[in-house]
């Protein structure tokens, strides 16, 4: 063999063995690229999950929210409703709240202007006592539902 096809084949040879270590390299950078890629991906599932949840429950809050604003705007009648239902008769309540003002004034020392004052002071108390009871337990079951919501039960 002549010295010029040695010197081609340890060319070759050397450029066969640093091309082996290149393919080599390169495939176990794809190997890693491929596992980085899955773990990316399932962090993205992860991430659209937690959003998809975060969305859910802010539109179960927002719901819960909508729906004590608007018992919050139907409970300002109620005191109206209350009077106009104790006046016609449709409505008693217990003794000692149809009764609390009377001990204040004597009916027989009372003036006419004064009883009807009283009265109607007394329906106007009677009805915003109804009132705050209803806005109370309105607030109880947004809270009880915000709980409920957070604990991923189903509203009862």
């Known amino acids: 063999m002549t010295r010029v096809h040695i010197v081609v084949g340890l ?3 050397i450029a066969g063995f640093f091309l082996g270590r290149e393919w080599r390299d390169r495939s176990a950078d794809i190997a890693a690229g491929k596992q980085e ?5 399932r962090q993205v599932l992860a ?3 937690a959003r998809a949840l975060e969305q859910t429950k802010g539109q179960e ?4 929210g909508a729906e004590h604003e608007e018992d919050r705007e139907a409970a300002e009648a109620i005191p109206a409703a209350v009077v106009a239902d104790l ?9 000692q709240w149809a009764a609390c003002e ?3 004034v004597s009916e027989s020392a009372a003036g006419a202007a004064e009883r009807d004052a009283l009265a109607e002071l007394r329906a106007k108390d009677q009805g915003d006592l109804v ?3 209803r806005e109370a337990d309105d607030q109880i079951r947004a809270c009880q539902a915000v709980v409920r ?3 991923n039960q189903p509203s009862s």
Do not use: P
Request: charged share 30%; proline share 0%; hydrophobic share 35%.
């Open 11 to 13: 060319l070759l040879f």
């Open 37 to 41: 890629v899955k773990q990316l991906t």
């Open 47 to 49: 991430e659209q999950g």
């Open 61 to 64: 809050l927002a719901k819960i």
């Open 87 to 95: 006046r016609a008769g449709n409505l008693q309540l217990r003794r």
């Open 102 to 104: 009377t001990n204040r």
């Open 131 to 133: 009132r705050i009871g």
């Open 149 to 151: 919501s957070d604990r």
